[in-house]
């Protein structure tokens, strides 16, 4: 009668556990709130956003047609191909897909064919020892010592995904391939970023290093005629000294541009995934170049194009499926466990049917009960991991805006700039010419001529400078708006 009691009082507790562990994992997953996509994207876009007009697609997004420059174009096609870090990512890619494939087969029965064999020997005075030496086979003899035993057969388990558990993890794996793949996307947008600005850079020094050969032509020419008057007393020594320094600084300033261009190359080359070799250009066509008229569209354009935001949104997904999925770790599992098979002491007696056959099933519905604070752990972390997204998400939104409003107004403001500059080289490169006639006829101090030519030397390279920019910006602009991946 007492133990009759103990086992009632027992299943009381069993039952009083069960539904604590229930109550436990309604009340914590009340605490967390399942966030989507449509409840963090309530950012108020700025005004000339929520205004303006679909425009962005009146430029085309694909990277051969928004550079024309077919050198430019052979680079990064080469580099689209050969680039190391973007062979790494595409492994990283792969390592993703079979995340996927591998929770796939998780919420699928496990079936496993095997053979085992193995030998006992067993006490002769011990309750099996006693029970085999009573035994006999069929034929009459004993039992063989010692004793053998062959099994051969399939088993089976499966646990029953009765609250979506597995499937939840299996679709987060494959929302974090979509991320994987998006990531590579950015980087493509961004290594096609770097390559132009990087050739652009190239164009740029190739220029400036023209000016500077057209300048020691000039001082050269200008250090001849000081000399020529010297020796009519006209100017001292040091006149003819200035104007050699200058000279000689002019030609030092060549071998650093030159050297400036050497590193440009390899770093082209190593973006293409190259070894060090000569860049095919044309640096003619760079004060040619004209930048695109671009403007931003509508937010949800940004939201299409841009991969990093489209990565975060599949990232706030996948977060969203392992708060369903650690939610279902407070409800009981269903585990399903069969086997099948033959089993004999003897080779001979392996395949007798139906005296060899061995055939099992078991099914155990278990409710964790000691661990549930682990359990609470894990789906709170899973919880601070799906609000970390939001605000991941809503980072990059914000952050594209941003890029695209500050690309557009550098854009604007390097174009004035543009005009500005080249109407002061203009002046500066007529005031040159002014200043060496006033200096050979001795209506100009040689200094006007140093300054002027210096002056013209300076604002040239800020024309280039100013050029190299505006490609820059025309870049950052494609880049903003999510484009070289398509």
Request: charge should be neutral; charged fraction near 25%.
């Amino acid at each position: 009668m007492n133990l009759k009691t103990n086992n009632t009082a027992m299943n009381r507790i069993k039952n009083i556990n069960q539904i604590f562990v229930a109550l436990v994992a309604v009340l914590v997953s009340s605490c967390i709130p399942e966030l989507s996509v449509q409840d963090v994207n309530k950012l108020n876009s700025p005004e000339q956003f929520r205004e303006s007009k679909d425009t962005t697609n009146s430029v085309s997004m694909n990277w051969k047609e928004y550079f024309e420059d077919p050198y430019l174009i052979a680079l990064i096609d080469t580099a689209l191909m050969k680039n190391q870090e973007l062979n790494i990512v595409g492994q990283e890619i792969e390592i993703s897909r079979n995340e996927v494939m591998a929770r796939k087969g998780e919420y699928l029965p496990f079936v496993n064919l095997g053979l085992e064999s193995d030998l006992e020997k067993v006490g002769e005075y011990t309750r099996n020892g006693a029970v085999e030496s009573n035994l006999k086979i069929k034929d009459g003899d004993k039992f063989p010592e010692p004793l053998g035993n062959i099994l051969i057969g399939a088993t089976a388990f499966w646990e029953v995904d009765i609250w979506r558990k597995l499937r939840n993890a299996k679709k987060a794996a494959y929302k974090r391939y979509l991320a994987s793949v998006d990531g590579r996307n950015f980087m493509v947008t961004n290594l096609i970023a770097e390559i132009a600005n990087t050739y652009y850079e190239l164009l740029a020094l190739d220029n400036q290093l023209g000016i500077v050969e057209r300048n020691i032509k000039i001082q050269t020419d200008a250090l001849n005629v000081v000399k020529i008057q010297k020796q009519s007393a006209k100017v001292t020594e040091l006149a003819v000294r200035r104007f050699e320094a200058q000279v000689l600084d002019t030609r030092s300033l060549r071998f650093t541009i030159q050297q400036q261009i050497i590193e440009t190359e390899n770093k082209l080359n190593f973006l293409v995934g190259r070894f060090p070799q000569p860049i095919e250009r044309n640096a003619d066509v760079f004060q040619d170049l004209t930048p695109k008229e671009i403007q931003a569209g509508v937010p949800s354009q940004l939201l299409t194009n841009r991969p990093d935001i489209r990565a975060a949104e599949m990232n706030l997904a996948a977060a969203k499926l392992d708060v369903a999925s650690t939610k279902a770790n407070f409800f009981p599992s269903l585990d399903i466990t069969a086997g099948l098979g033959f089993e004999a002491f003897k080779p001979q007696f392996l395949l007798t049917a139906p005296e060899s056959m061995m055939y099992s099933a078991t099914g155990g519905l278990l409710a964790p009960v000691i661990n549930r604070k682990a359990i609470q752990a894990s789906y709170k972390n899973a919880g601070a991991s799906q609000v970390q997204a939001m605000y991941d998400y809503q980072q990059k939104v914000i952050n594209a805006y941003v890029e695209v409003v500050n690309q557009l107004s550098n854009l604007d403001n390097l174009s004035n700039s543009y005009q500005l500059k080249s109407q002061q080289v203009d002046a500066l490169t007529e005031s040159v010419e002014i200043s060496n006639r006033l200096f050979r006829s001795a209506r100009a101090d040689y200094m006007e001529v140093l300054m002027t030519q210096r002056d013209a030397l300076e604002t040239k390279f800020e024309l280039v400078e100013t050029k190299m920019q505006q490609m820059h910006a025309m870049v950052g602009i494609y880049r903003a708006l999510g484009g070289g991946w398509q």
